[in-house]
DNA sequence: AGGGCGCTCCGTACGGTGTACGCAACGGGC
DNA sequence: GCCCGTTGCGTACACCGTACGGAGCGCCCT
């Protein structure tokens, strides 16, 4: 989709590149676009701004906006940016998790967020440029709040286990974030970096037989990751459902049981008609030290091997 | 949420509670709440139709609902639903299968489904409850079209690691799936009993110096089924993103890294700033693949200490 | 001093979602 | 021929993210 902005933008950035408007002259003032193309001020203003950040052209207040010299260096970026982080983005973060927290991720939207703080819904967009860009300052938050324990333990598995669990309590404590996190398509999260590094680390000091290449140690760093998600990517939907339905866990469960004890046939499923039979013990946090406890057994196992 | 039918059918249950209304006796006929309440007709009909799924009323055509002898046993549930699944419920299924298969759950949706379909939206809504149930009925059908191989081998490992790949390649080839399932509110899913019924089994065979009781070896095929759909929740977000920025991964790691190097501060960061630099071979199938050796690997540790 | 400029502020409105409910027509039993 | 339950679809609601509109502010130059 090109919004009507963007269109304005690429209009008059071609102009440019076309040399029809030479480094120094005057772009279409905002009242000019206004007029040319029959749109509103916000508009005209944000084509310009996209101009802006691609370094093409540069705004003089009282004067107007003329191209640069020399294209792609603008001191601009960083004085928006900042001015723009300034005052409240933070309260904004903060209301966004308390929310997240408490009634997951379907529960958060831009105008629930703007009716806790008292604010109008679109003035949010004045300190995040949208929903993702709100996820990701969230989950820098929680990586910030969640620091990695200061001297790491020693060995790799000591090293490991302690990242594994402490990307655990942040999940535990902020169900939401195992959901907000991509691997494939990573975010840069400031406070993030440091737990990334670290689990990567933890396995230069492993004590392998044969050298490890950058590319098993990011294996493992990266499937061990993955684990504590797989695991932590459950949390959320148990609250919701609990809350929604009203139902505690165990209540839910007895409800649940009937049909599901009725589907498993003794005779044909005779391990699963045993397990439904009996109370097990069984939470996340049980699975989580399990398969933890398992996993790090197989990389030793891989490691010393 | 309570919903006007709902309100109605509570109403009336109370009165044949009390005793107001006796077995044999007829209940308000759909035209008579509709007077009563103010409501239309479907409104009404869908009150009756929820007494009639608790089993207090039957309906009787062309004369009216009447309370039932002993509640509870009614014949009607199952006449209903049958009559409800024959005609067109495996193609609103398979629809919403292809749609989910090119672009995603979200790009899933009730009308999408009803247009490719060339049916008006709501007419779905006579072959499939809500979106729930019609995603259940889509991991139905995922579960069918992959079933586990069938002399399964014999060792726990060989046998554990075939479940394993199987749950993979069907979550490679329908990547929602790993969204859709829930472990901690288990749906009840036909041809999914099987595949559960596996796992579990898998760790009845470990050659264990103690017995494992039920509990542990629920542990180790949950922990184990949480691996795999860990590793592929990953998929779907991957597909996503391509799709919609029209980047492969290439593309989109090369316009991606700039961000990251910056970030990457070598002194502070060496590994990051090293695993940014150089071009890694890491995909989600090798990290599945590591994962499940590493995990299976630790088991054995378990199951043979 | 005044006019033009960039810019900030927030409100309105659009295109989307799932699905509750309304309305009209159908066919069977009395 | 009446009243019954039933079917089939359309309309409308409450929600979402956010693009765009329009008014007003304060700076800068002439």
């Known amino acids: 989709?090109?919004?009507?902005?963007?269109r304005i933008a690429a209009d008059i950035g071609a102009r440019i590149a076309s040399g029809e408007l030479a480094p120094g002259d005057r772009v279409p003032s905002t009242r000019r676009i206004v007029a040319d193309y029959g749109v509103a001020m916000a508009t005209a203003t944000r084509a310009l701004d996209a101009l802006q950040r691609r370094g093409l052209v540069e705004a003089r207040r009282g004067v107007g906006t003329v191209v640069v010299e020399q294209p792609g260096r603008s001191a601009r970026d960083s004085l928006r940016s900042g001015s723009r982080t300034a005052p409240t983005v933070d309260d904004v973060v903060r209301a966004a998790m308390a929310i997240a927290d408490e009634e997951g991720l379907p529960g958060l939207s831009m105008r629930r967020i703007a009716t806790d703080l008292g604010l109008?819904?679109?003035?949010?967009?004045?300190?995040?440029?949208?929903?993702?860009?709100?996820?990701?300052?969230m989950l820098d938050r929680v990586y910030a709040a969640h620091p990695l324990?200061?001297?790491?333990?020693?060995?790799?598995?000591?090293?490991?286990?302690?990242?594994?669990?402490?990307?655990?309590?942040?999940?535990?404590?902020?169900?939401?974030?195992?959901?907000?996190?991509s691997i494939t398509r990573p975010q840069v999260v400031p406070h993030g970096v440091a737990h990334t590094e670290a689990m990567l680390a933890a396995f230069d000091r492993?004590?392998?037989?044969?050298?490890?290449d950058l590319e098993t140690r990011m294996h493992l760093a990266v499937t061990l990751f993955l684990f504590v998600r797989g695991v932590a990517v459950n949390i959320e939907?148990?609250?919701?459902?609990?809350?929604?339905?009203?139902?505690?866990?165990?209540?839910w469960m007895n409800r649940a049981k009937p049909p599901l004890q009725a589907a498993a046939d003794p005779r044909q499923y005779p391990h699963l008609a045993r397990?439904?039979?009996?109370?097990?013990?069984?939470?996340?946090?049980?699975?989580?030290?399990?398969?933890?406890?398992?996993?790090?057994?197989?990389?030793?196992?891989?490691l010393t091997r």
């Not at 989709?1 to 963007?6: D, N, R, V």
């Not at 939907?237 to 209540?251: H, I, Y």
């Not at 397990?275 to 996340?284: G, H, N, Y």
């Open 1 to 6: 989709m090109t919004t009507t902005f963007e």
């Open 120 to 137: 109008p819904t679109m003035s949010l967009y004045r300190h995040v440029a949208n929903r993702d860009e709100l996820l990701a300052a």
């Open 149 to 181: 324990p200061d001297p790491l333990p020693d060995g790799w598995r000591d090293r490991a286990e302690a990242c594994a669990r402490t990307f655990w309590t942040a999940f535990q404590r902020h169900p939401w974030a195992a959901h907000a996190m």
């Open 206 to 212: 492993a004590p392998a037989s044969r050298p490890l």
């Open 237 to 251: 939907p148990a609250l919701a459902a609990r809350q929604d339905t009203g139902l505690s866990d165990e209540d």
């Open 275 to 302: 397990a439904t039979a009996s109370e097990l013990d069984i939470t996340l946090d049980s699975l989580f030290e399990t398969g933890l406890a398992r996993l790090l057994d197989g990389y030793e196992v891989f």
